[in-house]
């Protein structure tokens, strides 16, 4: 029996409940591609996994592989399998867990090729962050010229994309980001920033048609006090938004999907430098534990990716 390195999630909790195992290799079944993972994107789906904020809607037989994208090389080709031969770079979102493993079967459609001006270090963090801030932004509807967006989060992994976005669509844009970020985040095409360890968005932005909430808490709660009367916000920090959504305004829950195609548009975007992908570390799969830490405590300009084999 082949044994490879994994991430599991022993329990729910802390830091400590995550721990670097051996487990059986996985084969590919019809339908799927064996990969050898090279990197993987970390994400706060990991940390709020982790301590059980979604255990109830997304229950886990524990241990449990964490990990929710990848980049990597194609190792071995299931029954039914025709896009994709041994030794081809692919990268994708999982859709569900497992990425954090040396080896991981992946459903063929949900891969998309690896540009080759891409590192798979570069490819790993744009599966779910790209994808899903493209989603998010239209998910209330197309983007036109001329709406006011509001982007909170906007130097991280998501909200970065989401400037971009929303910027080629020719929306104002304006966003919440540290001081230290605002550069940055201006040089991603937002017209305002806001620092919010120093100032309150509401009272700098007002009449928003759509407020992309990347963090979640009282951020979220704060927002519609900034959105005009027919406008939206939708979060994909806080399910609670469900619930909590004010009578006559309008709140939407964004879940991402994997989406190949989408994937490889944008990835090519970056590869010619149409667009921007800030990666913040790349950190050895020893070290994957504290990364997932920093990421629930630590605000971050970009992504972080584990390099399994550094």
């Known amino acids: 029996m082949k044994q490879i390195r994994a991430l599991q999630l022993m329990q729910y909790g802390g830091p400590d409940t995550v721990r670097i195992s051996l ?10 591609v064996l990969v050898r993972v090279h990197a993987a994107g970390v994400n706060g789906l990991d940390w709020k996994v982790r301590e059980g904020h979604v255990k109830d809607a997304f229950p886990l037989p524990l241990p449990a592989v964490l990990g929710i994208e990848l980049a990597g090389v194609v190792e071995q080709v299931g029954p039914g399998v025709t896009r994709w031969s041994r030794g081809d770079r692919v990268m994708g979102a999982l859709g569900g867990l497992g990425a954090y493993a040396e080896l991981v079967a992946v459903d063929a459609d949900k891969l998309a090729a690896v540009p080759d001006a891409m590192t798979l270090e570069q490819a790993a963090a ?5 994808v899903a801030a493209w989603q998010s932004l239209n998910l209330a509807g197309p983007v036109v010229a001329g709406q006011r967006i509001l982007v909170h989060g906007a130097a991280g992994g998501l909200g970065g994309f989401a400037v971009q976005f929303a910027r080629q669509a020719g929306a104002r844009v304006f966003t919440t980001a540290l001081a230290r970020d605002a550069d940055y985040v201006l040089g991603l095409g ?7 360890q120093t100032g309150r968005f509401e009272s700098a932005v007002k009449d928003i048609d ?5 963090v979640g808490g009282e951020v979220l709660a704060r927002s ?5 009367a027919d406008g939206a916000i ?23 999907q994997p989406d190949a195609q989408r994937l490889q548009e944008i990835a090519e975007d970056v590869a010619q430098g149409r667009l921007q992908s800030r990666i913040a570390a790349v950190v050895a799969f020893d070290a994957l534990p504290e990364a997932i830490e920093r990421n629930r405590t630590e605000p971050q300009l970009g992504k972080t990716v584990v390099a399994l084999h550094r």
């Open 23 to 32: 487990i059986e290799a996985p084969v590919a079944a019809a339908g799927q």
């Open 126 to 130: 744009l599966p779910v962050a790209a």
């Open 190 to 196: 937002a017209d305002h920033v806001v620092d919010y």
């Open 210 to 214: 759509l407020v992309l909430d990347y």
């Open 224 to 228: 519609w006090q900034v959105l005009a």
């Open 234 to 256: 939708v979060s994909t920090a806080s399910p609670a938004i469900l619930g909590s959504t004010p009578a006559g305004r309008r709140g939407l829950w964004f879940v991402n």
